[in-house]
């Protein structure tokens, strides 16, 4: 098998090399057409693949798994419990400063993501949710973020 490259200033000249690694030789436009049909006279070999199962044997899925151990719940309950927490305790929020961009993506992939009914909210109650919850860490931390579990979980269950 012999490989091709351009060389020179010509596009039309050709060089082809031996695998070897031998010198290599200038050839015709007729050596390089013969070269060019024969690499696509051969069908290129494509790996085995495994069958897919039918739909039917697929086994059934469950509800979404989701992260946070949460029963579902709309936006306006997360955030009423998010913003009671919050708020709940005295700290100086001169104290604290402002929260960072990095707290608030924390908060949007660790938890508002994760719990089970983030998919159903609009933007805007994202939104809202999100800056509840990135206040909360910002205060409380990993704490605020497992009172807000036992808040929503107690509210769950009163239900």
């Known amino acids: 098998m012999r490989n091709a490259t351009l060389a020179g200033s010509s596009a039309a000249k050709l060089v082809v090399m031996d695998e070897t690694g031998g010198t290599p030789d200038e050839v015709g436009e007729d050596?390089?057409?013969r070269?060019?049909?024969?690499?696509?006279?051969?069908?290129?070999?494509l790996p085995e693949l495994p069958e897919l199962p039918e739909p039917a044997e697929l086994p059934e899925l469950a509800e979404p798994a989701s992260g946070l151990?949460?029963?579902?719940?709309?936006?306006?309950?997360?955030?009423?419990?998010?913003?009671?927490?919050?708020t709940e305790e005295d700290v100086a929020a001169e104290d604290l400063g402002a929260p960072d961009a990095g707290l608030r993506l924390l908060a949007e992939v660790m938890v508002l993501d994760e719990h089970p009914s983030a998919a159903t909210w609009t933007c805007a109650e994202r939104t809202e949710v999100l800056d509840w919850l990135t206040l909360l860490i910002h205060r409380f931390g990993e704490d605020g973020v497992q009172r807000l579990v036992a808040a929503l979980c107690a509210a769950g269950e009163a239900e």
């Not at 151990?69 to 919050?86: I, N, S, T, Y």
Request: net charge negative; charged share 20%.
């Open 69 to 86: 151990a949460v029963p579902p719940a709309a936006a306006d309950v997360v955030v009423a419990a998010a913003r009671r927490l919050a």
């Open 31 to 33: 050596e390089v057409r």
């Open 35 to 45: 070269l060019i049909e024969a690499w696509l006279s051969e069908p290129p070999t």
